[in-house]
């Protein structure tokens, strides 16, 4: 298991990196009872990204959690001040995250998918159990590959899936880039902390793993609930889901790179820089929504 290293890596964060914690409040419910099918008039690409964000509450405390047990586990001298900064905004943004996410999820609720906290409560007794069980560290190197992930996310609205995020009714579309711009902002905290900890290669590949894996049974699952409870998982829709995923403009084409990257021993977050770029081209959503840049 040792075989490989994990190097230090050379690439750093960049200098004029600043982590802002931006307070947003949106009403989902009512932008949901106009439309439904808020995403492209579409029920199987809306029904994704409602399932996908409904793992978001619960795995951002598992995140916030995980760091913060991490780094209370370290002498106090050993992260650098700068770190332990960046660790406080990382897990403020991460509450105000959590916090939108769980309104999303509410008016979810409201619109008669009831299931969906029974979900939730699953998640949460998954992370309290793993809080008890699972050494933080471990936990760490899920949340480490879980930020890579999201981070992810934002590159492939920018470089490969502009129409992800473009085709969202409003405020979908400020909340999915807002946490994208976010996401970006605090990528490489938690590998950092992680590096800092004493986290080996192997660890950090096991926590990809399982994280990919569980994200992809929580999001589809979620998924096949909506769009059976609404009577459209036909096999149309069938079709189209797998398309959205395995299609040749499919999300595992687009992420697969990303994931490949992640596997070099020493790989960092900040190999790429999304930010200028995001803002550039999508930075007009954010200042009509009056979200601070
Ligand atoms: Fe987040
Ligand atoms: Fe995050």
Redesign the pocket.
């Known amino acids: 298991m040792g075989a490989i290293m994990q190097p230090k890596a050379t690439t750093k964060t960049p200098d004029d990196l600043t982590i802002t914690a931006r307070s947003v409040e949106f009403d989902y419910l009512s932008s949901m009872k106009k439309n439904k099918y808020w995403h492209s008039n579409d029920p199987v690409i809306t029904h994704f990204f409602n399932a996908l964000q409904a793992t978001f509450p619960e795995g ?1 405390r598992f ?1 916030i959690e995980s760091a913060r047990d991490t780094r209370d586990e370290l002498p106090k001298t050993q992260l650098s001040d700068t770190l332990k900064e960046q660790i406080k905004l ?1 897990i403020k ?2 509450a105000f ?1 959590g916090r939108e996410h769980d309104a999303w999820c509410e008016a979810l609720e409201e619109l008669g998918y009831k299931k969906m906290p029974a979900y939730e409560k699953e998640l949460k007794d998954m992370r309290l159990w793993s809080r008890k069980h699972i050494a933080p560290l471990t936990r760490l190197s899920m949340t480490a590959a ?2 890579h992930f ?1 981070a992810s996310i934002a590159s492939i609205f920018l470089y490969q899936r502009p129409d992800l995020l473009e085709n969202a009714a409003e405020p979908f579309r400020s909340l999915l880039l807002y946490h994208a711009l ?2 970006v902002e ?2 490489a905290v938690c590998y950092d902390l992680y590096q800092e900890a004493g986290g080996g290669y192997w660890l950090r590949q096991l926590g990809m793993l399982s994280a990919l894996l569980d994200v992809m049974r929580q999001v589809s699952k979620r998924h096949i609930y909506m769009l059976k409870e609404d009577g459209l998982w036909n096999r149309k829709n069938k079709r189209k889901a797998r398309k959205l995923i395995w299609g040749p403009q499919g999300l595992a084409w687009a992420l697969l790179p990303k994931l490949m990257r992640y596997l070099r021993p020493d790989f960092h977050p900040w190999e790429t820089d999304e930010r200028k770029a995001l803002l550039a081209r999508f930075g007009h959503y954010l200042d009509e929504a009056g979200i601070p840049t």
């Open positions: 951002e995140f990382f943004q991460e995250h879980s930020e999201t976010e996401e605090h990528k």
